[in-house]
């Protein structure tokens, strides 16, 4: 009896051989839209399925599906045909709003400075209450809060932490869930090395057409939000990122003027790497100290 078991199992496995195996081919296409940059999947499903074998290839189907993930609505981000495969947020995280994401008129906007503002490493954003004060936590003495500016995150034995944050905290993955994800700062180099500087008409940006009228100024108006318009070189889709400046103290900084963006890109003992931009120019890799509430844009 446990012959006859054991020969239906194969048939039975032989019958899904070859849907696995397109499968398994299938998902290979997807491998930058489900791992992050350093290797680490963005998300998984657990299976209970690891004595179910793809006899063609010798791998489990657990090994095959753990990975797989849905996307989520495709109105909330933006493909910018970038080489990677990443897809934008179209807006910056508002715990505020019932889609998690800058709204305007109940619909996801980027076009909105007022956003949650979170310090690096920590996952509780913060929202301003007005244009002059909010409340922030910046840590305490504890050594182990990433983002207290009084110690450096890692003198404790087994918290040294020198690459991307980990999901636990990351802001994107832990408020929004699989596959979103703080951006590293390798996403924003590809992302602003493949793009053109626009204003609300579509025009490239000028002297004449910025806000301070400078060669380095790249913001411009749209909607009446001061800002970064962004248009793909590569299939002419748009971003646009708000100068929601940043949270410090019971003081919101910046705001209209400035832009403000995590990474999820470690630094070094008190900083971490973001997206800055002012009247002064666009800088991909700045580094700013952990303790600050900025903005997070996530992908995916």
């Keep these: 009896m446990a012959g006859i078991e054991t020969v239906t199992l ?27 940059p350093d290797g680490t999947p963005n998300g998984k499903t657990p ?3 690891d004595a179910v074998i793809d006899l063609k290839t010798g791998k489990k189907l ?5 990975y797989q993930k849905p996307y989520v609505d495709s109105d909330l981000f933006v493909d910018m045909g970038l080489p990677s495969g990443v897809l934008w947020a179209k807006a910056s995280i508002d715990l505020t709003t019932a889609s998690k994401f800058q709204e305007v008129d109940g619909a996801v906007s980027p076009f909105k400075y007022e956003a949650s503002f979170f310090s690096w490493g920590n996952t509780d954003g913060h929202n301003p209450s007005s244009t002059s004060a909010f409340d922030y936590n910046w840590g305490g003495v504890n050594e182990q809060e990433p983002y207290y500016d009084g110690q450096p995150y890692g003198t404790t034995p087994g918290n040294a932490l020198t690459g991307n944050i980990p999901p636990s905290m990351d802001a994107a993955r832990v408020n929004l869930g699989a596959p ?7 996403d924003f180099v590809e992302l602003f090395a493949n793009i053109d500087y626009i204003d609300a008409d579509g025009n490239i940006v000028t002297e004449a057409t910025s806000i301070a009228q400078t060669a380095a100024d790249k913001r411009v108006t749209v909607n009446g939000i001061n800002g970064l318009y962004l248009r793909s070189k590569i299939n002419g889709n748009r971003l646009f990122f708000p100068a ?4 410090y103290g019971r003081s919101w900084v910046g705001r209209t003027g400035n832009g403000y ?3 999820s890109s470690f ?33 995916q």
Excluded: C
């Design 10 to 36: 194969q048939n039975a496995l032989k019958n899904v051989q070859s849907g696995l195996t397109a499968q398994d081919t299938a998902l290979k296409t997807q491998t930058q839209m489900l791992f992050g």
């Design 47 to 49: 299976l209970s399925t």
């Design 62 to 66: 657990s090994d095959i599906l753990e």
């Design 180 to 186: 979103w994800r703080m951006p590293s700062m390798e």
């Design 244 to 247: 929601s400046g940043f949270g």
């Design 261 to 263: 963006f995590w990474s």
């Design 267 to 299: 630094h070094s003992a008190r900083n971490a790497r973001n997206l800055y931009f002012s009247s002064l120019g666009v800088h991909p890799q700045d580094t700013y100290g952990r303790y600050y509430g900025f903005s997070v844009r996530p992908v």
